[in-house]
Structure formats: C-alpha cells, structure tokens
T-cell receptor
Framework: QKEVEQDPGPLSVPEGAIVSLNCTYSNSAFQYFMWYRQYSRKGPELLMYTYSSGNKEDGRFTAQVDKSSKYISLFIRDSQPSDSATYLCAILTGGGNKLTFGTGTQLKVEL | EPEVTQTPSHQVTQMGQEVILRCVPISNHLYFYWYRQILGQKVEFLVSFYNNEISEKSEIFDDQFSVERPDGSNFTLKIRSTKLEDSAMYFC?????????????FGSGTRLTVV
C-alpha cells in the first residue's frame, strides 16, 4: 500500500467554484499534514499545514484532517484562474524531517 | 521573503559524466534536503543533511550520489556517472528545525537532462 495516495486529476472547474482536493495515507505515525502548490517547472510552495484532526482556514483555503479515516482534504473557495496549478499533499513524520508526497492533483480554473 | 536558490536552472550532461547541482539554503536554516521529481511522477525524498552529516537518506540515494556543504552557504548534490534515468527535476530545500513544516522551503529546482 502506498504511503500517500492522491487522485492525479486533471480537475477542471469554472471560476468561482469550490474545489475539493483529497489524499489518503496509510501510516498512523504521520503527524503533520501539508498542502503544497506547484506551478509548472517550479518548486513546491507551502500553502498550509495542520498537526491534528480538524479544520484550519487561511483565506479562501481550508485544510481538513480526519485521522480516524486517514483522510486529508484541501478546499478552495471562490476559485480563481491564478489557482491553476498542481496541488500536492505531503506528510511529515513526527520523528523525522522527510516529506512524503502524493502524486499531485492538476487543477485548472477556467474563466 | 527569504528563498532557496538553485543553480543552474537547467543542465544537460552526457551519460557517464559527473554533475554537481548547487543550492544556497536560507541563511539561518539548519536542515538541508534534496528531492527529485521525474517527469510526471511524484516528488521523492533523496537525503537530509544536518550538522555536516547525512541524517536520513532514501533507497534512491545510493553510492552514485553524495552531498556536501563545502562552505557556510552552499549545499551541493553530486551525481557520479549519470544515467539516462537520472533525468529529473532536482529540488533543494531547507528548514529551520525539525520536526515541523514551518519554514520548510523549496528552491525552484534544477532540470537535469542526461543524453
């Protein structure tokens, strides 16, 4: 079983839509759950991270973690064309410093 | 905003040659990393480096690879005897401490093409 699984998409939505991006993970030892945004031929850029179950909100972005089902989500409200990118979920173990990434979901927000 | 700088942005090398990828991490960070991303695949951890030694490495990071912090600012990845399958984006990252995602910052990457 892969450590982190993510639907690669692509996902195409109209401007203003609510976007839901999801990942599942297998290792209960994971403690930090992150979402990165990656534009073409650029490095991953940290959007948000959470430590425990529940929601964390930052502007139009909400990260949600359900540790009981090992499920993490990123919601984007009022999506904009500038949100078009690949979104990567990543997990950081509490005892280490290695990030384990999902495959990334390619999002396109159309006018 | 502080950033991680990588050079060159693109490097083409012949199979069998050695390459050195360079990175300047954020100045007050203590942990340094290399990741790679083969086209169309996920970002994969290669190695982490702390206090002038490797703290963790993946199965990918075999004897073909080495890392070095030759001075107070640079962090390098050396790939000996490159193979076609080494073609990928290589990302350097740094973080101020562990284990927290806070400040875990990636550079823009070096695209390595082995021909």
């Amino acid at each position: 079983q892969k450590e982190v699984e993510q639907d690669p998409g692509p996902l195409s939505v109209p401007e203003g839509a609510i976007v839901s991006l999801n990942c599942t993970y297998s290792n209960s030892a994971f403690q930090y759950f992150m979402w990165y945004r990656q534009y073409s031929r650029k490095g991953p850029e940290l959007l948000m991270y959470t430590y425990s179950s529940g929601n964390k909100e930052d502007g139009r972005f909400t990260a949600q973690v359900d540790k009981s089902s090992k499920y993490i989500s990123l919601f984007i409200r009022d999506s904009q064309p500038s949100d078009s990118a690949t979104y990567l979920c990543a997990i950081l173990t509490g005892g280490g410093n290695k990030l384990t990434f999902g495959t990334g979901t390619q999002l396109k927000v159309e006018l | 905003e502080p950033e991680v700088t990588q050079t060159p942005s693109h490097q083409v090398t012949q199979m069998g040659q050695e390459v050195i990828l360079r990175c300047v991490p954020i100045s007050n960070h203590l942990y340094f990393y290399w990741y790679r991303q083969i086209l169309g695949q996920k970002v994969e951890f290669l190695v982490s480096f702390y206090n002038n030694e490797i703290s963790e490495k993946s199965e990918i990071f075999d004897d073909q690879f080495s890392v070095e912090r030759p001075d107070g600012s640079n962090f390098t990845l050396k790939i000996r005897s490159t193979k076609l399958e080494d073609s990928a984006m290589y990302f350097c990252a740094s973080s101020p401490g562990q284990p927290t995602p806070y400040g875990y910052t990636f550079g823009s990457g070096t695209r390595l093409t082995v021909v």
